[in-house]
């Protein structure tokens, strides 16, 4: 029985959905067998296959909430490499926050939740107080930093919704030239 499991499946029934499974299938086990001789696999939840080129891992346990994205290639030592940097942080001031760790590029990327309780624990002068030696770290700041740790998803909905509110204004300010 497999310690983690594989998504990505595709449930169309065609001889192309056939042979995309089976490919799948095949990568799954040999993630599997090379996981399992290095003992990575009892820290993964599932494998997601949904796209080769880009192989996510899902961990588990208390690490259930990160992904690592680990690409096309190379699977098992960046896997290895995720979960080293992951070691490395999960006591640092930002390791509660790790959601994500994209392992295909040069060097690792780290991503973090967007802590919102931050941007709205703000007092009455806009700032919210921070832990670093009790400087006041301004709402500005803490919008930059949001900005900075949300993912492409969380960004692409903020600039759909900026744009939107571009719109609305502009509309505002022709009816009240009218």
Not at 118 to 146: C, F, W
Not at 150 to 166: L, M, P
Request: no cysteine; net charge neutral; proline share 3%.
């Amino acid at each position: 029985m497999p310690v983690f499991f594989l998504r990505g499946w595709n449930e169309e029934e065609s001889e192309a959905a056939r042979k995309e499974n089976s490919e799948k299938v095949q990568k799954f086990l040999e993630l599997q067998r090379e996981w399992d001789a290095a003992g990575l696999s009892e820290r993964v939840s599932e494998v997601n296959l949904g796209d080769v080129r880009d192989v996510r891992a899902q961990l588990a346990g208390d690490d259930s909430q990160i992904e690592a994205r680990l690409g096309a290639e190379n699977l098992t030592p960046r896997l290895k490499q995720a979960l080293e940097v992951l070691d490395q942080q999960r006591n640092t001031a930002l390791g509660p926050l790790i959601t994500y760790i994209i392992m295909n590029q040069r060097n690792p990327i780290v991503g973090h939740s967007v802590a919102v309780h931050n941007v709205n624990a703000i007092d009455g002068a806009g700032n919210h107080p921070s832990k670093d030696n009790g400087r006041k770290t301004s709402q500005n700041e803490n919008l930059v930093k949001a900005g900075r740790d949300a993912t492409a998803e969380e960004k692409a909905t903020r600039n759909r919704n900026d744009k939107t509110r571009v719109r609305e204004r502009s509309k505002e300010d022709r009816s009240r030239r009218t």
